[in-house]
């Protein structure tokens, strides 16, 4: 008999993630083993250390999300893994291990999109699925350390279909935050550092420009010769911005200062950096911060009207930054249109969302072949 329960592993950059979810709604656990430690000296995702540390961390992180599932494996109605995009070497640890389960226990295996994944972490909390759900299509941003991208999303019985309709031409926005929060002396990953200081500092204080790259218009071909517009982000121009306002106000000094007495603080912390800004570097992490958040708001809300999307879902490692949370909210409440975000432990990478958007997945029949591999570029959507 079906018991609605998919075991989620997740392992594409740098977490080795497992969770139980039933029917795509109800998570019973979530267990993330963060490498954050092992990266951070080297103030990036190091892609060797992070297949190491997966092939350390996945068979007790998986026993752990099914020991405090409180089941058994036998208990499982299928594993779902992340396919893609991500380390080739980090999925391939997570899919190794999913094939292998699935084929000792004669189960299905299903292979997830780390990106749909993402829009999943929203939908599984979604208060009463069914009762109340988010009007659709819903413009959804997804946006991390390693992605920028606007989707519309939609349903058609159990599956969910995806048009992709905006991204960055370069850097991702995490990126672009962790590369400032590295050049400007603070920890990684830099989003929750340049997050916890920014109210301390002048937003206004440093007048920050985006290029605007002009949305571009498609003709379908079809008949009907419809108008598909598309979005671009780009976040490397901030991230010059930012070293030149560096370099131009002798900043450098300040900033060893910074870094080294950091290094001497065993897990620093973004509390220990604050006495360790002045008011000119406190600034310059609240300009950065809202001129990125502005960014995203505006090409999100221009894709929502243009798309006609009935709803707003962000999700992904920034998503959990609260000037961001704070001001999609006020634009989503002004236009009158629902927005939803993840709890902050399902905005970053986790296994929990792995397991949801298998779900639709599994209703309808979709599985994996014994073959499946890594697609470290693998798109969502059309
Ligand atoms: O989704 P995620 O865990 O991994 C990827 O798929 O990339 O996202 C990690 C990214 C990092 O760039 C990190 O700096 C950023 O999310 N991030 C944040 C915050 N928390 C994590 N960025 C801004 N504000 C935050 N509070
Ligand atoms: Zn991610």
């Known amino acids: 008999m079906s018991t609605g329960l998919i075991l989620g592993i ?15 709604t109800e998570t019973l656990s979530n267990v993330v ?23 350390r961390n996945i068979v007790p992180v998986v026993r752990t999300a099914v020991s405090e599932a409180g089941i058994t494996l036998q208990d499982l109605d299928a594993i779902a893994v992340t396919e893609g995009p991500g380390l080739a070497g980090a999925l391939l640890v997570g899919i190794t291990y999913a094939k292998s389960l699935a084929y000792a226990l004669n189960k299905p295996l299903i292979a997830v999109n780390h990106l749909e994944g993402h829009i999943h972490a929203v939908l599984l909390q979604q208060p009463q699925v069914e009762s109340e ?10 946006v991390s350390g390693g992605h920028t991208h606007l989707y519309l999303a939609h349903r058609s019985g159990e599956s969910w279909h995806y048009r992709n309709v905006g991204h960055t031409v370069d850097d991702a926005a995490g990126e672009a935050f962790d590369k400032v929060a590295k050049l400007l002396g603070l920890g990684y990953p830099g989003g929750p550092w340049i997050d916890a200081l920014a109210p301390h500092g002048n937003p206004k204080a440093v007048p920050f420009s985006f290029a605007q790259i002009k949305p571009k218009v498609y003709r ?6 419809q108008h598909e517009r598309q979005f671009f982000f780009s976040f490397s121009g901030i991230k010059t911005a930012v070293l030149r306002y560096v370099q131009t ?19 620093p912390k973004p509390a220990d950096a604050l006495p360790l800004c002045d008011e000119e570097a406190l600034n310059l992490i609240a300009s950065f911060q809202r001129a990125v958040v502005d960014d995203l708001r505006r090409k999100t809300f221009q894709a929502a009207e243009a798309f006609d999307a009935a709803s707003i879902l962000v999700s992904g490692g920034v998503a959990a930054n609260r000037e961001l949370r704070l001001r999609f909210a006020a634009e989503a409440a002004e236009r009158k249109l629902p927005i939803a975000f ?6 970053t990478d986790n296994a929990a969302m792995v397991a949801a958007a298998a779900w639709p ?21 059309r």
Do not use: M, W
């Open 33 to 55: 083993a963060s490498q954050i430690a092992t990266h951070a000296p080297y103030g990036g995702v190091v892609p060797e250390l992070a297949s190491r540390e997966h092939l």
């Open 133 to 142: 759900p988010l009007p659709l299509p819903a413009l959804a941003l997804v």
């Open 10 to 24: 997740e392992s594409s950059c740098d977490e080795t993630a497992a969770a139980v979810v039933r029917r795509g």
């Open 249 to 267: 106000h002798d900043l450098f000094a300040p900033i060893e200062v910074r870094r080294s007495a950091l290094s001497q603080i065993s897990h």
């Open 220 to 225: 379908k071909n079809t008949r009907a010769s």
């Open 342 to 347: 993840p709890s902050l432990a399902l905005s």
């Open 361 to 381: 997945k599994l209703l309808d029949k979709e599985y994996a072949s014994p073959q499946l591999s890594a697609e470290p570029s693998l798109a969502l959507g």
